[in-house]
């Protein structure tokens, strides 16, 4: 097959204790889907049906890696967050049926730019310009199933400069992982490849170049990213 330019390189992200990667597809995040940090947004976190938005699949960022502060921006938050790595899917996935669906996990960090993203809200229109930039997915190596489980406890923790700014645990989540996938399937179909970012615990904050972040989620990964001037 020919293409009119030179086939750009498939994203991915390193799979634990291997050399092997997990080809990344699309990425799916959940919103709100802890009920304090729905409180801190301004919103009633009852049990209603959850809402989903996407990253380019080239947003990924390897912990360890300096992150880009973005421009246009002056409010970029954090966002510490349990990823699920999927490596089958379909349709109107049953919730019983979710997790053998689930290749592993991973911690990632959704990055935002809040005052791009609330700018938006304002007038109505998608949230693209705050959340699906470049290198807004700083991500951990994918963990298997094997060896972590399914997770459906553990802390939830990010800091800033060794200060701790977000402090949850996977069961506060309002919707577990299993009902996530199952819902996703609904709207999308699932694909080997998917990354679910499962929604962040209360405390997002505002990052600024020189920043060093760590976080984690017990069981699973820790992550570390520094904040770098724009490239």
């Known amino acids: 097959m020919a293409y009119v330019f ?8 390193a799979v634990c204790n291997t050399s092997s990667r997990f080809p990344v597809r699309r990425i799916y995040l959940v919103g709100r889907n802890y009920a304090a940090h729905a409180r801190e947004m301004g919103h009633d976190p009852d049990r209603e049906k959850p809402f989903f938005f996407q ?14 502060y973005p421009p246009l921006s002056k409010n970029v938050h954090h966002e510490i ?27 990632g960090i959704d990055i935002t730019r809040r005052d791009l993203q609330q700018e938006m809200k304002l007038k109505g229109r998608p949230w693209e310009a705050g ?26 923790w990010l800091k800033v400069n060794e200060e ?5 645990d996977v ?7 299993p009902e996530i996938i199952s819902i996703l399937s609904t709207l999308f179909r699932i694909e080997a490849g998917d ?34 001037g724009d490239k």
Do not use: N
């Open 164 to 168: 701790l700014r977000q402090d949850g």
């Open 195 to 228: 990354l679910i970012f499962t929604g962040t615990p209360a405390g997002v904050g505002p990052i600024t170049v020189g920043d060093k972040i760590a976080g984690g989620v017990a069981g699973v990964a820790e992550i570390e990213i520094s904040v770098a």
């Open 6 to 13: 030179s086939e750009f390189s498939q994203p991915s992200v």
């Open 131 to 156: 959340k699906s930039f470049d290198c807004s997915a700083p991500i951990t190596d994918i963990v298997p199933v094997s060896i972590c489980g399914h997770p459906e406890q553990g802390r939830v």
């Open 55 to 68: 990253k380019p699949s080239d947003a990924v960022l390897p912990s360890g890696s300096d992150f880009p």
């Open 171 to 177: 069961s506060q989540l309002i919707w577990s992982v």
């Open 81 to 107: 967050e349990l990823v699920v790595a999927m490596k089958s899917g379909g349709r109107d996935i049953g919730v019983d049926a979710a997790l053998t669906h689930v290749f592993g996990y991973a911690v």
